[in-house]
Every structure is written in structure tokens, then in C-alpha cells.
């Protein structure tokens, strides 16, 4: 089993930068993919960024592609998510998620575990 906890998240203005951490506990941390959503306002949780066990493999959404950084320290049980350059229209609540299959996976389903999300607002 994995626990996530998510950080980082606050207020922020446009063209400003944040970055998010996923701490993770549990003996299978090491060999599980991690991804981030988000959710705004409404049912959708759109996928941001997912890299598998190793970090060889990155995917980012097209909306936060040469904005966002994801990276991940497995001495340190710990995912994170380098936010720069950041829009109004990334506001949303961010949520990490563990794939126990290693992979960098966009879709929400496959992922087993989830964070309790982590705010982050941008200012005009």
C-alpha cells in the first residue's frame, strides 16, 4: 500500500512559479509510477504530468508542456512537481497519484492510490 500526501500548493501571480511535493510512504514507493492531476471547478480531473518508477520516462500534458518539470527522489520517498511560468487557468486543486505498475500513465484510473489534494490559485 502507498500513502500520499501532497504540499506546496498557495497563492500565486500569473507568471509566477510554485513547486509541488508528493511525499509517499510505503515499501512500493520505489517501484510505482506517480502522476499529478488537477480539478478545478467540475467533474473533470485532467492529467498535468506522470513519470514511471525509474524517472527514465516523463509525459506531460500539451497545456503544461515547457511550463512544468516533474521529478522524482526515491531516497527521499518524494515526487515533485516544478510549476513555472503559471497561468491563471492552472488553478485548480492538484492531486499525486501512485501506479503500482511502475508506468507513466495519463489516465486517472489506473492509478491505485491518490493524495487529499493540494490548492493552488493563480492571480491576474
Known amino acids: 500500500q502507498v500513502q500520499v500526501v501532497e504540499s506546496g500548493g498557495g497563492l500565486v501571480q500569473a507568471g509566477g512559479s510554485l513547486r509541488l511535493s508528493c511525499a509517499a510512504s510505503?515499501?512500493?514507493?520505489?517501484?510505482?509510477?506517480m502522476g499529478w492531476f488537477r480539478q478545478a471547478p467540475g467533474p473533470e480531473r485532467e492529467f498535468v504530468a506522470a513519470i514511471s518508477w525509474s524517472g527514465g520516462r516523463t509525459v506531460y500534458a500539451d497545456s503544461v508542456k515547457g511550463r512544468f518539470i516533474i521529478s522524482r527522489d526515491n531516497a527521499k520517498n518524494t515526487v515533485y512537481l516544478q510549476m513555472n511560468s503559471l497561468k491563471p487557468e492552472d488553478t485548480a486543486v492538484y492531486y499525486c497519484?501512485?501506479?503500482?505498475?511502475?508506468?507513466?500513465?495519463?489516465?486517472?484510473?489506473?492509478?491505485?492510490?491518490w493524495g487529499q489534494g493540494t490548492q493552488v490559485t493563480v492571480s491576474s
Open positions: 510505503g515499501r512500493t514507493f520505489r517501484n510505482s509510477g
Open positions: 497519484a501512485a501506479d503500482l505498475l511502475g508506468r507513466a500513465v495519463t489516465v486517472a484510473r489506473e492509478y491505485e492510490y
